[in-house]
């Protein structure tokens, strides 16, 4: 099945999705626990994100150098 059919589908059903990114104050959550020394998978577990979503704030903040 198609995603664009399954959104529909979602919609049609009013089913509320994920939002995507990071709020502001989970951001600002992700900064510290990162300064802290903890690592992104942790932080992601303890955000209920993926990983990926907490590198690339990490990148947007300047905290994070790409490889």
């Known amino acids: 099945m198609h995603r664009a059919?399954?959104?529909k589908?979602?919609?049609?059903?009013n089913v509320v999705r994920r939002q995507h990114?990071?709020?502001?104050e989970e951001a600002a959550?992700?900064?510290k626990l990162y300064?802290?020394?903890?690592?992104?998978?942790?932080?992601a577990r303890t955000l209920g994100v993926g990983r990926?979503?907490?590198r690339v704030t990490l990148?947007?903040?300047?905290s994070l150098t790409s490889r």
Do not use: D, P, W, Y
Not at 59 to 62: P, V
């Open 5 to 7: 059919t399954v959104s």
């Open 9 to 13: 589908h979602l919609t049609r059903n």
């Open 21 to 24: 990114g990071l709020t502001t």
């Open 29 to 31: 959550e992700a900064l």
């Open 35 to 43: 300064g802290g020394g903890i690592s992104m998978r942790a932080i």
């Open 52 to 54: 990926k979503q907490v």
């Open 59 to 62: 990148m947007a903040a300047g």
